[in-house]
């Protein structure tokens, strides 16, 4: 087996057992869709504190200007990322949370700290989060291993979260919508699961192809699209 299907296996039980445990917690604690689109963007939380590593790891390899770079830029993505982030949580709540969290939470890290704290709330929530946290560390070693020997771009690296999650995040929110108008909380809840791991799995069957340079020569070698990113550029052209 090669080191690419074995990671790709990997990365496809990892996404498998991590839906698996937010399809038990629908079933048997009676999770409601609030509560698995929460796991979902404490998933972008995840995403984005890794991805300022991954910016500060590139940096440090491509020496100290690189380093002076990445903080620069990992300062900007933390501050542009961050207010997307808290602009969604809020937007999540305020669709999907009121009737839960009883509406009494205001302004805007308020309602965020309130779903943490209902997310977090007892040991199977913790569960949840620790396994999808899980999943995208996995992917970081992976991306860290890939990239040791050619440092990732870094204005690359700023906006490789966006598109993931932008796509992910509309779809889950417009399919909540209309799973609320069925009134079907239960099959709404896994069938937001079931796409979530769809897409997942999506990512992790989707390989690249990234020219490395190296000893003069180029070298054509496939790279898988890593879930925590889908980033194209795992390694500098």
């Known amino acids: 087996m ?10 496809s039980a990892l996404a498998i057992g991590a839906a698996l445990i937010v399809a038990c917690g629908v079933l048997v604690l009676e999770w409601s869709v609030f509560i698995v689109i929460a796991l979902f963007w404490f998933e972008n939380v995840v995403i984005g504190v890794l991805n300022v590593a991954k910016m500060l790891i590139s940096g440090a390899r491509i020496g100290g200007l690189g380093l002076i770079a990445a903080l620069a830029l990992g300062a900007f993505f933390t501050v542009h990322y961050g207010m997307f982030t808290v602009g969604h949580g809020v937007f999540v709540v305020a669709l999907f949370g009121k009737s839960e969290l009883g509406g009494s939470a205001s302004g805007l890290f308020a309602p965020l700290a309130q779903m943490l704290g209902y997310l977090l709330n007892d040991r199977e929530g913790w569960i949840a989060a620790g396994s999808i946290a899980l999943l995208q560390t996995a992917a970081f070693f992976r991306w860290w291993t890939a990239t040791r020997e050619q440092p990732a771009f870094l204005p690359h690296l700023m906006f490789a979260p966006y598109g993931r999650i932008v796509v992910l995040h509309i779809t889950v929110i417009v399919s909540g919508i209309l799973v609320g108008m069925l009134k079907q909380p239960v099959l709404g809840a896994l069938l937001l699961v079931a796409l979530k791991l769809a897409f997942d799995l999506g990512a992790v069957s989707t390989t690249v192809s990234a020219t ?3 000893n ?5 070698l496939p790279l898988r699209r890593f879930i925590i990113s889908q980033e194209r550029d795992a390694r500098r052209p």
């Not at 090669?2 to 990365?11: P, Q, T, Y």
């Not at 003069?216 to 054509?220: C, E, I």
């Open 212 to 214: 490395v340079i190296g």
């Open 216 to 220: 003069g020569r180029s070298q054509r």
């Open 2 to 11: 090669d080191e690419a299907r074995k990671w790709r296996r990997i990365d």
